[in-house]
C-alpha cells in the first residue's frame, strides 16, 4: 500500500434511478410514463393488433406533469418503457421569500428551502391554459393565505430530479 491519498470528486446521487423499467403492454390510463425525456401522466392508451411483422404497439397519449403539455409515443407492447418514481409530499409553509422562493417545514423539523414558487412570467410563457389557470389559482391561494396568516400545507410532486407545488390545503389560522 502506498502512503498517497486518492481523492475522488463525485457528481453522482446514491444511485437511485429516477425511472425502473416497465412491459409496454402493462401500463394503463392514468399510470405515470416517460415520453421524450419527460415524465408524463398518461390520459389514453391504445393497442393494436399484431401485424404482418409481429408485434402489436401500443400507443401512448401522456400530458408532462409539471409543464401540462400533450405528449405522445408509440412502443412495441413486449418492450420495456421507463416509468418515472412519482412522488407526493406534504410540506407546511414558512415563508415566502422576496425572490419567490418558499421555505418549508419537513416532517423532521428541519426547512427546505430550495423551492420556488411560480412567477407569473414562467405561466404566461406556458402554452397550456389549464394548467396556467390551475397555476395561477395555486399561487394566488398561497399569497392571499400567507397575507392573511392561514396555516398553509402544500403537496409537492417530485420525479425525475424536478419538483413543483401541485396543490395547497388549508390547516386553520396560525
Known amino acids: 500500500m502506498s502512503d498517497e491519498e486518492h481523492h475522488f470528486e463525485s457528481k453522482a446521487d446514491a444511485g437511485a434511478s ?4 416497465q412491459q409496454a403492454g ?5 399510470g405515470y410514463i416517460v415520453i421524450k ?3 408524463c401522466k398518461v390520459v389514453e392508451v391504445s393497442t393494436s393488433k399484431t ?5 402489436a404497439k401500443c400507443h401512448f397519449v401522456g400530458i408532462d406533469i409539471f409543464t401540462a403539455k400533450k405528449l405522445e409515443d408509440i412502443v412495441p407492447s413486449s418492450h420495456n418503457c421507463d416509468v418515472p418514481h412519482v412522488t407526493r409530499t406534504d410540506y407546511q409553509l ?3 421569500s422576496e425572490d419567490g422562493f418558499v421555505s418549508l417545514l419537513t416532517e423532521n423539523g428541519n426547512t427546505k428551502d430550495d423551492l420556488r414558487l411560480p412567477t407569473d412570467d414562467s405561466l404566461l410563457t406556458q402554452q397550456t391554459n389549464k394548467r396556467i389557470s390551475l397555476d395561477v389559482a395555486i399561487l ?9 396568516g392561514k396555516d398553509l ?3 409537492v410532486m417530485s420525479a425525475m430530479g424536478e419538483e413543483q407545488i401541485c396543490a395547497l390545503k388549508d390547516i386553520g389560522p396560525r
Open 18 to 21: 429516477k425511472t425502473y423499467p
Open 26 to 30: 402493462t401500463i394503463r390510463k392514468n
Open 37 to 39: 425525456a419527460r415524465p
Open 51 to 55: 401485424g404482418k411483422h409481429g408485434h
Open 94 to 96: 414558512i415563508d415566502i
Open 140 to 148: 394566488m391561494q398561497i399569497k392571499e393565505g400567507f397575507a392573511e
Open 153 to 155: 400545507v402544500v403537496s
